[in-house]
């Protein structure tokens, strides 16, 4: 059995973390949140060459978390954060659950120490 659209969904997901796994990449999207970069610009603070820098950026591109321009003879890569919303919401799921496995957990305490101080009084 296969759910509608989930395997589009897991596709997606399975590109954007396996992109967003590698601290390389993060590093280079977060330069690239402060604005456009060219491959020389992103490859400075990084101890690699160009191909290497080149190759993180062709997986966040086919990850959709970037996109290129030709600009005369410079490629600059720009963030395209939205496809990260899907990751977010995703994640976001898991959130919620912990959240209400918090609440439960601490409405248990709360009534064990009613409890336990009940016993106290005794």
Same mark, same amino acid.
């Given at each position: 059995m296969q759910l509608s659209g989930y395997r589009k969904q897991s596709q997606n997901l399975d590109a954007i973390f396996a992109a967003l796994a590698d601290p390389t990449r993060r590093a280079? !999207?977060? %330069? !690239?949140?402060?604005?456009?970069?060219?491959?020389n610009e992103i490859a400075t603070p990084f101890a690699m060459s160009q191909p290497a820098v080149s190759k993180h950026l062709k997986v966040l591109e086919r990850a959709g978390l970037i996109e290129r321009n030709i600009d005369k003879q410079r490629r600059p890569a720009r963030l395209k954060a939205e496809?990260?919303?899907a990751a977010v919401g995703w994640l976001e799921q898991f %959130?919620?659950?912990?959240?209400?496995s918090f609440d439960q957990l601490d409405g248990l305490l709360e009534t064990l120490k009613k409890a336990e101080k009940r016993r106290s009084r005794k």
């Open positions: 280079i !999207l977060s %330069r !690239l949140a402060a604005g456009e970069a060219s491959v496809p990260m919303a %959130r919620q659950f912990w959240s209400s």
